[in-house]
């Protein structure tokens, strides 16, 4: 059993920048694969960004050269940057493995585009 913290989320301006940070509750991020997730409202739960142990990482479409994940071991933390933000990135942002466990599920941090 593992519990994930999301943290960093606010409100911010379009064009603005935020960083996340998710948590463990154990050492677990050198070993598999993490990943940000994000809920917007009436979407379903979309794959943000992913990242293997060896700092391979993918993105999706929407958010390719504006987010940047990495990840800490010796901190056992992920973090998500986010430059240039968007409205359309308005959501909760989870992480979770990759593929997510559904009982890591935490509470998520809510991100606020808007001017």
């Known amino acids: 059993q593992v519990q994930l913290v999301e943290s960093g989320g606010g409100l911010v301006q379009p064009g603005g920048s935020l960083r996340l940070s998710c948590a463990a509750s154990r050492n677990i991020f050198s070993i598999y694969d993490m990943a940000w997730y994000r809920q917007a409202p009436g979407k379903q739960r979309e794959l943000v960004a992913g990242i293997t142990p060896g700092s391979s990482a993918n993105y999706a479409d929407s958010v390719k050269a504006r987010f940047t994940i990495s990840r800490d071991n010796a901190k056992n933390t992920v973090y998500l940057q986010m430059n240039s933000l968007k409205p359309e990135d308005t959501a909760v942002y989870y992480c979770?493995?990759?593929?997510?466990?559904?009982?890591?599920w935490g509470q998520g941090t809510q991100v606020t585009v808007s001017s």
């Open positions: 979770n493995l990759w593929p997510p466990r559904v009982d890591y």
